[in-house]
């Protein structure tokens, strides 16, 4: 039985041997032999190999991405939750497994110094510490003498809840294996609305949008707690704080390519299906049933928000007791930090999705543009409406400019 299972075409050969020995040097066996990749023969072994291996390593490329026997092959370590998905060329994977994240191995000469093998290794030993046993179960079920209450019961009538934990030196040894940092996430119902507004012209015109599903969003934009454990994890850079603090203030300057990172990672790492917010979503959400400019309606928008008059110039925690919750339960979907969408830029809604996804085809989009919403901790009060848009290029960074995380149910 081999650790590894690399899976490549034919053509990409002289590359697939580069990486396989780069792996071998690690201390793990590989199964790469091209000449078993290559007939219906040997279905029953590379079957019986992938049923074995602790992670698969798919390199896609051009000649890969048309092979039905790596994309069959794919299919199984996904199924297996091994697949560990690489770039050979500068293609896009096949559509089953554009939501993986995947490494780019295109330019990558063999070193296994370089931060692109290094990410690469560490997805390899997280999957093969959980198969050669080491998985999550011991942590969720450790034997009773592992665990220490942190204060004792005074008798067996006291039903105050007792913090059970791990001693550290288990909890270094296991770290790696730790569920992520995930955002508490907030179901959206099915259901009907009026998007959009007659104020300004790309808020127009006003249109309906049908969610057939209920949805779910994070409860607060991503933290810099949350976002600091995606970039350890991953080595990833650490955005600047603007010495604000970290914590449980919402993550800033991080460009749409961050974000969109992070949502993959959370994809590869708990097996859940997280992405950004498509616009119809976000203010779906945001107006909770209302159908005015602000879903506070009369209310004081200070209680709901973070903006120009109250923030003191910075953002702030998203816990913060002194603001409410919208009617669904969701936070700071005005004020505090815009949040970066998933959906391209354009200019009005004329042919506009009604059925709440993500407007991503050009049809006169910007090539460029990606959509924002809800206002920031320096905006003022007038631009709060839950019908407000804007629109930065993917890699702008500012310090008003975080994102929350849609997910899709079962």
Known sequence: MADIFLSYARADLTRAELLATALEQQGWSVFWDSALLAGQDFHDQIEDEIGKAGCMIVAWSEASRKSQWVKGEATLGHRRKILVPILLDAVDPPINFLSLHTENFVSWNGKTDSHTFIQLKRAVERLLSVERGQNTADLIKPSRELLQPTEPLKSSSDHRMVKLSLPRHLVDKYKHLLRPLEPEMVVIPAGSFQMGSNEYEDEKPVHIVTFAKPFALSKYPVTFSEYDYFAEQTGAAKPHDEGWGRGRRPVINVSWEDASAYARWLVETTHKRYRLPSEAEWEYAARAGSAGDYFWGDAHATEYAWFSENSGGKSLPVDDARIKANQFGLYHMAGNVCE???????????????????????????????????????????????????WLVPASCTNDLGFRLAQDLP
Do not use: F, K, M
Not at 351 to 380: F, K, M, T
């Open 340 to 390: 970066w969408l998933e959906d391209l830029w354009h200019e009005s809604y004329n042919n506009a999705p009604n059925n709440g996804s993500a407007w991503i085809h050009q049809n006169a989009g910007s090539e460029y543009g990606r959509v924002l919403r809800g206002g920031s901790w320096y905006s003022g009060r007038d631009t709060l409406s839950s019908a407000e848009r804007n």
